[in-house]
Nanobody, 121 residues
Framework: VYLVESGGGSVQAGGSMRLSCAAS????????MGWFRQAPGKEREGVAT???????TYVDSVKGRFTISRDNVKKTLFLQMNSLKPDDTATYYC????????????????WGQGTQVTVST
């Protein structure tokens, strides 16, 4: 079982970035997938989730700017981030629940190693 994030880096405020998460998971399509982030000195927060039916949720601070999507054939999760702000600077993690679980934040059991996103002014 693994989740591997990619696509992080540095960008200026107002720019865009696309994160990807390659997964090796049984029953990938039945799992809720999510993106989380953690900034230095702050608690980890849920950014976006997408369930097995493609329904999505977003934290208020990214609504209208970020889009989560998934490719169940390639077992890949994406996070398109537009209009990036310095407050978006964090390590971003991909996570998965067990198959058939809901998308509650405490349901995520598999985690990637994270990818750093830095947004400068």
């Amino acid at each position: 079982v693994y989740l591997v994030e990619s696509g992080g880096g540095s960008v200026q405020a107002g720019g865009s970035m696309r994160l990807s998460c390659a997964a090796s998971l049984y029953s990938y399509s039945s799992r809720c997938m999510g993106w989380f982030r953690q900034a230095p000195g702050k608690e980890r927060e849920g950014v976006a989730t997408i369930d097995s039916d493609g329904r999505t949720t977003y934290v208020d601070s990214v609504k209208g700017r970020f889009t989560i999507s998934r490719d169940n054939v390639k077992k890949t999760l994406f996070l398109q981030m537009n209009s990036l702000k310095p407050d978006d600077t964090a390590t971003y993690y991909c996570a998965a629940t067990y198959g058939g679980s809901g998308c509650g934040l405490t349901s995520f059991v598999n985690w990637g190693q994270g990818t750093q996103v830095t947004v400068s002014t």
